[in-house]
């Protein structure tokens, strides 16, 4: 959590950052402790994750309850991550922080390749609880037999290939 004031924010490692030595592009942070953790800014775009007609269809089908975010986007995923990992997830609300440039900010215990795994195995998990209830053996049983051809560790290599044409801002 942000200590008070907001301008540092303890990560989970027990280290602690400046928000305000957040850069809007950076996507990891090499931290005094030794280790990389992933960094997310509510504007950076889910297809950091995931391609765009996903981001559509995930838009698309997942109903969101809240009237301030109505779209399904980064904070939603984070909020999964954080969810399933708590104590790997320091978030630090930066609204009133105006010389950031960010409203939020995740920092993971993870670096940013072990945290887009983890951020598409939670998206197939909600996609798999989805189909289970569509109420359809047959859309259950396809469904499962493509996860079972379905490889995470390929699917993020592949996307990163193609993803970052600039490999700087998308670490």
Do not use: N
């Not at 850069?23 to 995931?50: I, K």
């Not at 195995?121 to 109420?135: G, K, N, Q």
């Amino acid at each position: 959590m942000a200590t008070a004031g907001g301008e540092r924010l303890e990560l989970p490692c027990g280290e602690t950052v400046a928000l305000t030595s957040l850069d809007l592009g950076m996507r990891e942070l090499d931290c005094d402790c030794g280790e990389a953790h992933a960094v997310v800014m509510d504007m950076h775009p889910p297809t950091r994750f995931f391609p765009e007609f996903l981001v559509e269809t995930l838009d698309d089908v997942v109903e969101t309850t809240s009237e301030e975010m109505p779209d399904f986007g980064t904070p939603h995923l984070m909020g999964m991550v954080m969810e399933e990992f708590p104590e790997q997830i320091a978030v630090a609300d930066a609204a009133d922080e105006g010389d950031v440039g960010f409203a939020m900010v995740w920092i993971s215990q993870f670096d940013s390749r072990r945290l887009h795994e983890v951020v598409v195995e939670l998206v197939v998990e909600m996609m798999e609880h989805a189909v289970s209830h569509a109420e359809s053996e047959r859309a259950m049983t396809e469904f499962e037999e493509k996860m079972l051809e379905f490889d995470v560790t390929e699917f993020v290599d592949q996307y990163r290939a193609e993803r970052d044409l600039d490999p700087e801002p998308y670490v």
